[in-house]
C-alpha cells in the first residue's frame, strides 16, 4: 500500500487518467489559440457582408467569397461550418429539375443551368454527365432541343456549345427573312383592272 491506504496500481491508474486529462485540457487550448488566429486572419482579408434578407442566389456569392478566403487562409474543411440550409439546398434542388429555357437565351440558359447543377446530387459524379445532358436537353425551347437532339451528344459542354452556335445560326437566317420586306401569305393572282 502507497499513503493513504491505495494499492500502487489504483494509484498509477489515477495518474494516468490525470495525464490524460490535462493532455486533453492542453489540446483543447491550443486548438482554440489556433481558432482565434484563424479569426484575425479571416477578418484581416476583408469578408464580405452578409446581407440580412432572404437572396438564395446573394447567399451563395457571398459563400463563394468567403471560399476564397478560406482557401487563401489554407482552412481545412472540418474548420468550415454550413451556412446554406438543407431545406434551401433541397429548393434549388428541385428548381434545377425543373428548369425550363422559356425566353431566356441559350447562353442565359446555360448560366442558370451552371448556377442551380451544384445542388442537384447527382452533378458530382463523372459518370452522370449523359444524364445531365438529358436534363439540360428537356429544359431547351423545342425549336432548339429537336434539332441539337439529332446528334445525340452526351458530353455537356459540347452540347451546350452546339446549342448556342445553333441559337446564333436561326438568328441569323431569321433576320435575313425580315430584311427582304413582307411576305404575301395569300396565293391568288393579283387583280387587274380592265382599263376604261
Known sequence: MTGRGRPAGATNELLERMTQVLETLAHNQEAELTEYRGLSSFTR???PKFEEKFDPEGAQRWIADVEKIFHAM???????????????????????LKLKQGNMSVGE?????HELMKY?????HDDEEEDLCAQFKHG???????PVS?????????????CRIFEANTK?????????????QDRRPPRFSRGP
Open 150 to 162: 439529332v446528334f445525340q451528344l452526351i458530353d455537356l459542354p459540347t452540347l451546350m456549345s452546339k
Open 74 to 96: 489554407g482552412c481545412k474543411e472540418e474548420q468550415k461550418g454550413n451556412y446554406f440550409p438543407r431545406d434551401l439546398k433541397k429548393q434549388k434542388a428541385r428548381e434545377f
Open 45 to 47: 482579408h476583408n469578408p
Open 109 to 113: 440558359y446555360v448560366a442558370k443551368f
Open 172 to 184: 441569323g437566317k431569321t433576320m435575313d427573312t425580315r430584311i427582304g420586306g413582307p411576305v404575301r
Open 140 to 146: 431547351l425551347r423545342p425549336d432548339i432541343r429537336d
Open 120 to 124: 442537384w446530387p447527382h452533378y458530382q
